[in-house]
């Protein structure tokens, strides 16, 4: 029997939904320098975003302030923690006077919160506050900084990222008949 026909929108299975998008063509697209930048970065092991006290985790005091980077919120399920972890949202934290990849992070548990935070970021709070997980790479190039960011959203279009970086064309469906 089709899973769908145990879910509708009154169902509250359905406040939990995520839409998964990953284009391997965009990646594929992407600039062949920009993509080995990536992968040639060190991403951290996954660590918990908020601890026991509901406070953002000691483990997040290991990020750097003289760095910027990427970073990537990630759900993980507590049914298989091992294989249940979904890719969430992709961020950014240029390297300034002002700014470092430490504070960028720290700063969505007061977003999350705030009447003025963004409307995916609360929701994504507030249904998976306990399941959220980063890994973060550092960086003090804010050139690839940018672009890093801009194609991994493109690829992978997380679904509470609210902006496209880049304009992407969408194809105009095709009649099946």
Known sequence: MDID???NKNDKAFVYQCIYYHDPNRWNEASTCTKDAINGLLWSDYIKYLGQDGK???EL???PKDAGGLYLFFIQ???LPSSEKYLAYI???YYTDKENIRKRVK???WES???NGRPKIIRLFRHWK???YIRFCSSTNNDLIKAGESTLINAILPPFNSDLPEKIEFKEPQKAF
Request: charged fraction near 25%; charge should be positive.
């Open 5 to 7: 026909a145990f879910i």
């Open 56 to 58: 953002v985790s000691k």
């Open 61 to 63: 005091n290991k990020l």
């Open 77 to 79: 399920g507590s049914t």
């Open 91 to 93: 961020g950014r934290a």
């Open 107 to 109: 700063r969505y548990l």
């Open 113 to 115: 919160t705030s009447k």
């Open 130 to 132: 306990d399941n959220l």
